[in-house]
Structures are given as structure tokens and as C-alpha cells.
């Protein structure tokens, strides 16, 4: 089974940079963040027409997630306990009997602010959702816009960017319960190379020539499916398009 996650930044803006994308890299799964479009303008049959499946969340500018599949989703849940308020950021799916969790979790601004604040509680109510519906001792794949670098390898200037959102040890603490309650980087169990980013700022210019990036678009899995992982990787050359969204999918490859 091959899933990738992908924050497009804009689905409309980029739907041609999607659709011949899955039709050449052709993943089971595709976990989608900051699709920023209604439910009533979502382009559904755009996805239909290449045979797949869709379940999405959206709203106007910003946020919004989806989830398309080559088959049928099931088990459907939208936001924390079906509580729509939050289903922009958070959709749940099962998919050939595995459930997969599409995040995409708040930025956070500033470290003193209260949207910080804010993204350190959607960690830990998360953990709490995963500790009370999910076992780690079976498969359970979490995907998305993470918008955290785990680890110095992860940016491209780690002494500069320390303390930064995104790269804050708050940000890295929330991370570890994950780990330790039983989740597995499964990039990082196949690529311990640095340097390897799906994330390029538009302001920093030259930013993709030079590889000024972040690491924050992640696929982590229990261990039961972390183990039949057979490779995962960063595309990067949807970043190299005209006019792309200013990250670039990261994918995974599992014996299933």
C-alpha cells in the first residue's frame, strides 16, 4: 500500500499540479492539508473521474483537509468525536482495514501567543484521542501537515531556527508522547540522511535552489505497520512546478 500526505496550499490553485501527480505517482491513499475551499466548491468529480475516492472537510481561504482513496473509506469521522468544529484540521478514514488520521495541525505563530498555546493543546488532545480509540500494538497510520521539525536534521539551519515555532522544545516534547506511546517516523526509519525537506518558504529567496527548508509534513505509523514499511521518500519535483504550493509531498510504501 503507497500513502503520501501533501499540503497543497490552495487545492483549486494547484488541482492540475494534484491530479497529474496521482495519476503518475498513483498511491492508494492521499492525505491532503490546506485544500482551502468550501464543501459546496470542492472539486470532487475532478478526483472521480481518475477513480478516486474522496472524503474532505474544508472552508473559505483557509485550512480544510481530504482524503482520497482508490477505495471505498470507511469508519468516517470528521474533527475530535465527530465535532465539525475541528474537522477542518482533522479526518479519520479506515482504508483497506488500516485507519489512517489526516492532520493538519495548527501552526502556532508565535511562541507567546496564545495560537501556540493553542497548537500545544491540539497535540495533547490528539495524544488523548489516539490513547482512547487507537492500540499502538495495531496498525494506525497518522499523516500531514505536522507543522514541527522533529529534529536537527529536519531544518537547514537548526542553531538559527532553535526556539522558532515549528522547531520549538514544546513543539518536540508534544511530539515524544507519540513516540512513546508507541508511533514511528516512518521517513526517518528509512532516509537518516539531512537535508531532505517538504517544506520551502516563498519569502526566502532561492529558498528550494539553496535548500533553505523545514521538515513538517510527516507519515508516522504503530509499529505492527511501521515493521512492513518497505521504503518511503520526499517528491520534490511538485515544488519545482510553476506556481506550486510551498510544500511537496512525502510518501510510504507498506507490505500489505
Not at 101 to 129: A, C, M
Not at 225 to 232: E, G, K, T, Y
Request: glycine share 6%; proline share 7%.
Amino acid at each position: 500500500m503507497k500513502v503520501a500526505s501533501f499540503n497543497v496550499n490552495s487545492l483549486r490553485a494547484r488541482l492540475d499540479i494534484v491530479l497529474e501527480w496521482l495519476q503518475r505517482e498513483s498511491p492508494d491513499v492521499l492525505c491532503v492539508q490546506e485544500t482551502k475551499v468550501v464543501d459546496e466548491d470542492f472539486p470532487k468529480s475532478a478526483f472521480e473521474d481518475i477513480h478516486y475516492h474522496t472524503v474532505f472537510r474544508g472552508q473559505k481561504s483557509y485550512n480544510g483537509v481530504a482524503l482520497f482513496s482508490k477505495t471505498p473509506p470507511e469508519n468516517i469521522h470528521i474533527g475530535f468525536d465527530n465535532n465539525s468544529s475541528e474537522g477542518t484540521r482533522l479526518i479519520i478514514a479506515t482504508v483497506n482495514s488500516i485507519p489512517i488520521v489526516n492532520t493538519y495541525i495548527p501552526q502556532g505563530y508565535e511562541p507567546d501567543s496564545d495560537k501556540f498555546r493553542y497548537k500545544l493543546d491540539w497535540f495533547q488532545r490528539l495524544h488523548d484521542y489516539f490513547k482512547k480509540n487507537f492500540s499502538p500494538d495495531k496498525p494506525l497510520l497518522w499523516a500531514g501537515d505536522f507543522n514541527v521539525a522533529p529534529e536537527p536534521a529536519d531544518v537547514y539551519d537548526p542553531e538559527k531556527l532553535a526556539g522558532h515555532v515549528g522547531f520549538h522544545p514544546d513543539e518536540h516534547a508534544a511530539l515524544r508522547k507519540f513516540r512513546e506511546w508507541g508511533l514511528v517516523d516512518v521517513f526517518r526509519k528509512h532516509q537518516p540522511e539531512a537535508g531532505q525537506y517538504t517544506f520551502w518558504d516563498y519569502r526566502l529567496r532561492g529558498g528550494v535552489k539553496r535548500n533553505l527548508g523545514w521538515r513538517v509534513d510527516h507519515i508516522w505509523a504503530t509499529k505492527p505497520l511501521a515493521d512492513r514499511s518497505v521504503r518511503a521518500w520526499i517528491d520534490k519535483e511538485p515544488r519545482l512546478r510553476e506556481k506550486p504550493s510551498d510544500h511537496t509531498p512525502v510518501v510510504a510504501e507498506f507490505k500489505i
